[in-house]
C-alpha cells in the first residue's frame, strides 16, 4: 500500500495547468475535455510521460496484498520502470513485483497492455520507489480521492480484479482502429484447439445429462500426492488434506511472453497435522527459499486452513510462492 500524499506526478505541459483533450474521429461522450493529460491511445506522447513520480511503499497489515496505484494509473506496462530511491537500483518485473489491475476494455481495444497498479511479491517489502511511465490520460486517470478509496478496499486481488471492476470509469472505452497484419498472428492453432476442446467438453455434457462447469468448487480430497496442470486454466484450487504428507506436483503452464500465471491455493486441515510436500515443486519463496527450503509453514489445527499464492513469472523465472494468510 502507499500513502498518495507523499507522491509526485509530473510530465508534459498538462501537469501543472490542464490539456484540453479532444477525441478526434471517434463519436462518444466527451468529445472534449479538460484533464491534466490528454488521451493518448499509442503510449508515446511526450506530454503523457510521468518521469519521476515519488511512492512511499508500506505493508498493510490488513491486506493480503502489497500495492500501490500509480497517481496517473492507468499506465501502459511496458513503459514502466521502478526504481529503489535508497538504492537508485531499478526493480525486476517478476522478481520483485508484477503488475495488476489489468485495463481490459482499453487493452484489447489499443492493443498494447494497460494496467492500474503495481503488486510488490515481498508483502514486507517498504520505501521509496520512483516511477516513469506513460500514462493513457484523458477520462480514464481516476482524481487522487478515488485512488485512496480504491487503495483502502483491502480485499481487492491485483492479481485477479480488473481496472474496469474497481475504477469508476466515467463511459465505456471506445474502439480505436488499429492495423495488424495477420501473417504476424501467432498461436492460432492452441486457440482453435481450446475452441474444439470446449466444444467437446461442452457436447459431452450435454450427452451425460448434466450443464454443471466441472471446476472444483467444493474441497478436494487429496491423499499422498495431487498434481496441478495449470492448462486446465483453472485458479483456485481448495485442497482437503487427510494425508500427513502430500507430494505436490506443479506443471509449467503455456504461458505467452510477458503475462504471467497465477494459482492459489486453500490447504485445508481435514483431520489435522498434514504438511505439503514441496521437494518436487520448482518454486522460489518470497523469503528466498526454494522447494521446501523457506516453505511456509501450515497451521496444522483440524479444520485451519492457509491460502498460498503462486505465480508463474516466465520460462527465466519460473513459480514465485507466499503464503496470503
Known sequence: MTDTSSGSASGGSGASSGVSGT????????????????????????????????????????????????????????????????????????????????????????????????????????????????????????????????LAITTNNPIITTWDEIADLPYQFPPINHEFNLVDMVGVDAVVSAIEGLTSAITGAAASGTTEAMEPGNAIVVGNTFQINPSDNLITYVLQLQDPSCQLGLSVPIANAGYVRPVRLVLMQGTGNNLIDWSQVAVTWANGGKNSTGAPTLSTAQGAFDVIDLIYASPEIGWLGYIAS
Open 23 to 150: 477525441y478526434t474521429g471517434v463519436s462518444y461522450p466527451p468529445a472534449t475535455g479538460d484533464w491534466a493529460y490528454p488521451f493518448d491511445s499509442t503510449g508515446s506522447q511526450a506530454s503523457n510521460l510521468i518521469p519521476n513520480e515519488i511512492q512511499t511503499v508500506s505493508p498493510n497489515e490488513a491486506s493480503d496484498f502489497n500495492w500501490i496505484i500509480p497517481l496517473a494509473a492507468p499506465f501502459y506496462r511496458d513503459s514502466m520502470v521502478v526504481t529503489n530511491q535508497a538504492t537508485g537500483l531499478d526493480l525486476t518485473e517478476g522478481v520483485d513485483y508484477v503488475f495488476g489491475d489489468k485495463f481490459l476494455d482499453a487493452t484489447t481495444s489499443i492493443g498494447l497492455p494497460v494496467y492500474g497498479s503495481i503488486l510488490f511479491l515481498n508483502n514486507n517489502f517498504s520505501g521509496v520507489v520512483k516511477l516513469k511511465y506513460q500514462t493513457i490520460g484523458g477520462a480514464w486517470v481516476v482524481p487522487a480521492n478515488q485512488l485512496a478509496v480504491m
